[in-house]
């Protein structure tokens, strides 16, 4: 895949191909969650709805330390969302369901059937987009291919972020969009980068792109807030 196709790209599936081991746990979950949140009303399931709520209160504080998502509570509730996944009839429903169970897939789990997240990602992403329409929605792939530019940006570019970027005012509006999930003032963070110097244009443009989604993971955000 080269960086033109990379950046229009309509196929999430061939982007996680492209991508492969360069996933690491953090942004895959985030990813995974983004593409099962964009449809809450499949996810209010008693059995579905504690996953996302741990998977969201884990990775919600911007300060602090990232740790491995496997502990008693998400087993726990995996084992509840993985039978209902399996006895739920076909549909969005079951989808969605199937999509949040590779979300949640305990690390123990994996390493014990031999998977990795990239494979993980691959099944949320399909589960996803053919539990909503039986011949897979293009729509839908669409908007997951965006969500993947947003979350694990341009494999193309390498940035580094500069200290001196990194005024009060950045890493505080940073932490705000982080940890409410409110990207609106995406923009003001643009400005606040460029007060403090920032001139990189890829970083600056997703910051002011209006058509752009932003979640949680946010490549420009955890950039400025050390998170991998």
């Given at each position: 895949?080269?960086?033109?196709?990379?950046?229009?790209?309509?196929?999430?599936?061939?982007?996680?191909?492209?991508?492969?081991?360069?996933?690491?746990?953090?942004?895959?979950?985030?990813?995974?969650?983004?593409?099962c949140c964009?449809?809450?009303?499949y996810?209010q399931?008693?059995?579905?709805?504690?996953?996302?709520?741990?998977?969201?209160?884990h990775?919600?504080?911007?300060?602090?330390?990232?740790?491995?998502?496997?502990?008693?509570?998400?087993?726990?509730?995996?084992?509840?969302?993985?039978?209902y996944?399996?006895?739920?009839s076909?549909?969005?429903?079951?989808?969605?369901?199937?999509?949040?169970?590779?979300?949640a897939?305990p690390?123990?789990?994996?390493?014990?059937?031999?998977?990795?997240?990239?494979?993980?990602?691959?099944?949320?992403?399909?589960?996803v987009a053919?539990?909503?329409?039986?011949?897979?929605?293009?729509k839908?792939?669409k908007?997951?291919?965006?969500l993947?530019?947003?979350?694990?940006?341009?494999p193309y570019?390498?940035?580094?972020?500069?200290?001196a970027?990194?005024?009060?005012?950045v890493?505080?509006?940073?932490q705000?969009l982080?940890?409410t999930?409110?990207?609106?003032?995406?923009p003001i963070?643009a400005?606040?980068?460029?007060?403090a110097?920032?001139?990189?244009?890829?970083?600056?443009?997703?910051?002011?792109?209006?058509?752009l989604?932003?979640?949680r993971?946010?490549?420009?955000?955890?950039?400025?807030?050390?998170?991998?």
């Amino acid at each position: 895949m080269t960086e033109k196709q990379w950046l229009r790209s309509a196929n999430p599936e061939s982007m996680n191909d492209f991508y492969d081991y360069r996933h690491t746990e953090r942004k895959a979950r985030l990813l995974m969650l983004a593409c099962c949140c964009r449809h809450p009303e499949y996810l209010q399931h008693e059995a579905i709805r504690p996953v996302v709520n741990l998977l969201t209160a884990h990775y919600g504080d911007a300060v602090k330390p990232d740790t491995p998502f496997d502990g008693s509570k998400i087993r726990s509730a995996y084992r509840k969302l993985e039978e209902y996944a399996s006895t739920t009839s076909s549909g969005p429903e079951r989808g969605l369901a199937f999509g949040m169970v590779a979300a949640a897939e305990p690390v123990s789990a994996m390493k014990r059937l031999d998977e990795d997240f990239e494979y993980l990602v691959f099944s949320c992403v399909h589960d996803v987009a053919f539990g909503l329409s039986p011949t897979g929605s293009k729509k839908e792939s669409k908007q997951q291919a965006s969500l993947f530019r947003d979350i694990v940006g341009n494999p193309y570019r390498s940035i580094t972020r500069d200290p001196a970027w990194l005024t009060s005012t950045v890493v505080s509006l940073a932490q705000q969009l982080y940890t409410t999930q409110d990207f609106s003032p995406m923009p003001i963070l643009a400005d606040a980068l460029q007060d403090a110097g920032c001139e990189n244009e890829d970083v600056l443009s997703h910051c002011r792109d209006e058509g752009l989604v932003h979640v949680r993971g946010c490549w420009v955000v955890d950039l400025l807030l050390g998170k991998a």
